[in-house]
């Protein structure tokens, strides 16, 4: 099967807390990220530094890959045009460069506590 990849240095992971809709009250559910620095071309031949940022699938954990460099799959839509999002896509595992086998399954993903809606509690 063919597939999409970003390769490069796990620079951070961390938890980014979900948002309330201001208009409807709807909670936004908070989730984990990762931050991947690897490098791209550019159109005068040469290569430049860029950080991705990607949501992190459930079930897999990339603090234990911190400063190492790894592969994920990587997938991609466009909602509106001039935007692309990425994301890892679910059942993903993680392969360190320079290792053959993916070292995912064996680190569980933290639980965090769920975000509170601050106005479902107004009387």
């Not at 790894?70 to 509106?80: M, Y």
């Amino acid at each position: 099967m063919s597939m999409f990849t970003v390769s490069g240095e796990v620079r951070n992971v961390y938890y980014q807390p979900g948002t309330i809709d201001k208009t409807t009250g709807e909670v936004k559910p908070g989730s984990d990220k990762v931050q991947i620095l690897g490098t791209m071309p550019v159109s005068g031949g040469g290569e430049k530094e860029d950080i991705i940022t990607l949501t992190i699938p459930e079930g897999l954990d990339f603090k234990p890959y911190l400063k190492q460099s790894v592969t994920v799959p990587l997938g991609f839509f466009s909602p509106s045009k001039g935007q692309i999002i990425y994301f890892i896509p679910k059942g993903s595992t993680v392969v360190l460069n320079g290792s053959s086998s993916p070292l995912s399954q064996a680190v569980e993903t933290p639980k965090y506590p769920p975000v509170r809606n601050p106005l479902a509690d107004r009387d």
